[in-house]
């Protein structure tokens, strides 16, 4: 009959891990590419995305807390669903930027990348290139993604050095599920 009945059992596990393998990393390892799901220029305009929501001041922003890096990971995990929406969403900015300024959203200036964004939050942007998500609602996916890998626990890809933590005046690192010796007994 077929020549998947004359499989042992092992060796048929065998083939499905080495099958699996081979699915996820197609999927979530570009060659030549530093990121898991990302391709360069995407990252590079979702830094710059992430950065104008949490800028840079007298403490580190987005794109050096790593929060590109965040949903990077969990775009290979959790948020794998959401891959076309990031894609699509990234895609229709830079038609967006380039039909508005004649550049790539991470060349334009600050003033020009908000104003942009504003847009885009608003659900502003052009109806012709914004076809497949709407502009606000991939606003309100990258909003919450940034601000999970900002505040989030540095475990899961983001808030490099515990940036945010440091930022808050948080010394130690979040425990969660039960108290620390040293708060109960204050």
Known sequence: MGWYRNLTRRDFIKTAAAATVVAGTAACSPSKSPWRFLRVSEART??????????????PGAEWAEVVNYIDVQLCGPYRNLRSSYRAGIASLERTSQER????????????????????EQGSAPKEIWTTLSPNQFFEMVLAHTMQGYYGDPRHGGNRERASWKMLGLSYPQIRGRARVSDVAG
């Open 101 to 120: 300024f004649g550049k790539t959203f991470s060349s334009l200036s600050t003033d020009a990348q908000t104003s942009l964004l504003r847009d885009v």
């Open 46 to 59: 979702l830094a710059a995305i992430c950065d104008c929501i949490i800028p840079p001041d007298s403490d």
